[in-house]
T-cell receptor, first 112, second 117 residues
């Protein structure tokens, strides 16, 4: 069965600083990988996805993620964080079925 | 992207009553929808898969008689929490997949916060 690990429960960065959120997955084949963002009391918004092809994927709001098969990782990055990026970020993997398996999430705090 | 509408966004009910939550795909058809439960500061846990025209598939440990799911049309799934108790208080989120080129992307509703008194 697939699983997702987000090692960092909470990350704090200063506005304008770069950001990297870590995600490691476990799945026997090449999975479909996703990053979602959730603002307090809201549903999830898709930031980006990886299905195949170029391992560096671009998403909305200036985010990007890189799929590294050798490390079973799909880390999310942003070169310059804005205060509005403060939210909870979830990495998810989809295997043979349509079901998504989520990591526990990383809460991002942005200091002014 | 596709839009999934969830209603209500917040509901407060008395213990022992039933609550219905609706999930609609507004601009696409969804033969399958998913229902999740999220406890405070935790991740989403899949409760069940809603299948249009057939019975829902429940995850292990989820009481199907307590969480009734109906998927009567290609754009609507409902989750009814029957005889709700305070421990059922939680944030419930639905999602619906769109299928493109053999893969699919799930779009999520805004969630329903259920508070049982």
């Amino acid at each position: 069965a697939q699983s997702v690990t987000q090692p960092d429960i909470h990350i704090t960065v200063s506005e304008g600083a770069s950001l990297e959120l870590r995600c490691n997955y476990s799945y026997g084949a090449t999975p479909y990988l996703f990053w979602y963002v959730q603002s307090p009391g809201q549903g999830l918004q898709l930031l980006l996805k990886y299905f195949s092809g170029d391992t560096l994927v671009q998403g909305i709001k200036g985010f990007e993620a890189e799929f590294k098969r050798s490390q079973s990782s799909f880390n999310l990055r942003k070169p310059s964080v804005h205060w509005s990026d403060a939210a909870e970020y979830f990495c998810a993997v989809q295997g043979g079925s349509e079901k998504l398996v989520f990591g526990k999430g990383t809460k991002l705090t942005v200091n002014p | 992207g596709a839009v999934v509408s969830q209603h209500p966004s917040w509901v407060i009910c008395k213990s022992g009553t039933s609550v219905k939550i609706e999930c609609r795909s507004l601009d696409f058809q969804a033969t399958t929808m998913f229902w999740y439960r999220q406890f405070p500061k935790q991740s989403l846990m899949l409760m069940a898969t809603s299948n249009e025209g057939s019975k829902a598939t429940y995850e292990q440990g989820v009481e199907k008689d307590k969480f009734l799911i109906n998927h009567a049309s290609l754009t609507l799934s409902t989750l009814t929490v029957t005889s709700a108790h305070p421990e059922d208080s939680s944030f419930y989120i639905c999602s619906a997949p769109t299928r493109t080129s053999g893969s699919n992307i799930q779009y999520f509703g805004a969630g329903t916060r259920l508070s049982v008194l």
